[in-house]
């Protein structure tokens, strides 16, 4: 019931009051568990994703969250969503740039068309969607755009030319941001996840593995809230996130 309450009052273009944190590339494992954390601390939550379905199922499940459909590839998608998000619910006070994907091949079979998708998706989207949020940010001289990264971002693999490439740059993109906003307030950080995600599929996938060896993504859930309420004298910009038993 109070996810349609606030579905209507949404419809009636009344605006919620409150923080307000918008999470791209909604789905099961960590976008699911950001958005419950999110909420959990009194934000609405936006979630973005393609999967529209599955949006608004999670929108049912999760009090204090909104289901809007946008891919992040796409930039007049991008801007129609903030549009959106500014008129019915408010200035973003909390960006998490969770959009990924990527093509895994060595160099002689990665594509054109897998380069694309990783550089749009991972870089070009992170790009979009902070200048939605920014100048809004900047008068009010205060907010978070906190990015979740990937050990990719620190190395090529033998079969990660297109998705390490796409998120190198990536974090060049957030350190460059962090260097501009952060005197003015912003806080940006980079997370980078080392390790596998314990979801079903991942389980499926490796079923003599112990509990130990996945990552929870309410844990990573904590970390990314716990980063966002750091105090500005002592921000971090970038922290790794693994499994005491992962190699690094």
Same mark, same amino acid.
């Given at each position: 019931?109070?996810?349609?309450?606030?579905?209507?009052?949404?419809?009636?273009?009344?605006?919620?009051?409150?923080?307000?944190?918008?999470?791209?590339?909604?789905?099961?494992?960590?976008?699911?568990? $950001?958005? /419950?954390?999110?909420? %959990?601390? @009194?934000?609405?939550?936006?979630? !973005?994703?393609?999967?529209? =379905?599955?949006?608004? &199922?999670?929108?049912?499940?999760?009090?204090?969250?909104?289901?809007?459909?946008?891919?992040?590839?796409?930039?007049?998608?991008?801007?129609?969503? $903030?549009? /959106?998000?500014?008129? %019915?619910? @408010?200035?973003?006070?909390?960006? !998490?740039?969770?959009?990924? =994907?990527?093509?895994? &091949?060595?160099?002689?079979?990665?594509?054109?068309?897998?380069?694309?998708?990783?550089?749009?998706?991972?870089?070009?989207?992170?790009?979009?969607?902070?200048?939605?949020?920014?100048?809004?940010?900047?008068?009010?001289?205060?907010?978070?755009?906190?990015?979740?990264?990937?050990?990719?971002?620190?190395?090529?693999?033998?079969?990660?030319?297109?998705?390490?490439?796409?998120?190198?740059?990536?974090?060049?993109?957030?350190?460059?941001?962090?260097?501009?906003?952060?005197?003015?307030?912003?806080?940006?950080?980079?997370?980078?996840?080392?390790?596998?995600?314990?979801?079903?599929?991942?389980?499926?996938?490796?079923?003599?593995?112990?509990?130990?060896?996945?990552?929870?993504?309410?844990?990573?859930?904590?970390?990314?809230?716990?980063?966002?309420?750091?105090?500005?004298?002592?921000?971090?910009?970038?922290?790794?996130?693994?499994?005491?038993?992962?190699?690094?």
């Amino acid at each position: 019931q109070n996810q349609r309450g606030q579905n209507n009052r949404l419809f009636k273009g009344e605006k919620i009051l409150g923080k307000v944190c918008v999470i791209t590339g909604v789905g099961p494992g960590n976008g699911a568990s $950001f958005s /419950r954390r999110f909420t %959990e601390e @009194g934000y609405t939550v936006v979630m !973005l994703a393609r999967n529209a =379905a599955y949006l608004e &199922a999670l929108a049912g499940e999760i009090p204090g969250s909104v289901a809007m459909e946008c891919d992040v590839r796409k930039p007049e998608a991008v801007k129609s969503v $903030f549009a /959106r998000i500014h008129k %019915e619910i @408010g200035a973003v006070d909390t960006l !998490l740039y969770n959009a990924g =994907a990527g093509e895994w &091949a060595p160099i002689m079979e990665t594509s054109m068309e897998g380069m694309l998708s990783s550089w749009t998706t991972n870089t070009l989207g992170l790009v979009m969607c902070s200048q939605q949020v920014i100048p809004a940010m900047t008068e009010k001289g205060e907010g978070n755009i906190m990015v979740i990264g990937a050990t990719a971002s620190l190395r090529g693999g033998a079969r990660s030319t297109a998705f390490s490439s796409a998120k190198a740059a990536q974090r060049s993109v957030a350190q460059s941001m962090a260097r501009d906003l952060g005197p003015k307030g912003i806080h940006v950080g980079y997370l980078i996840i080392d390790g596998i995600i314990d979801l079903e599929r991942t389980r499926k996938r490796m079923p003599d593995k112990s509990d130990d060896f996945f990552m929870r993504p309410d844990a990573i859930a904590d970390n990314v809230y716990a980063m966002t309420q750091q105090d500005r004298s002592a921000w971090a910009f970038e922290i790794d996130l693994r499994p005491y038993g992962e190699r690094w």
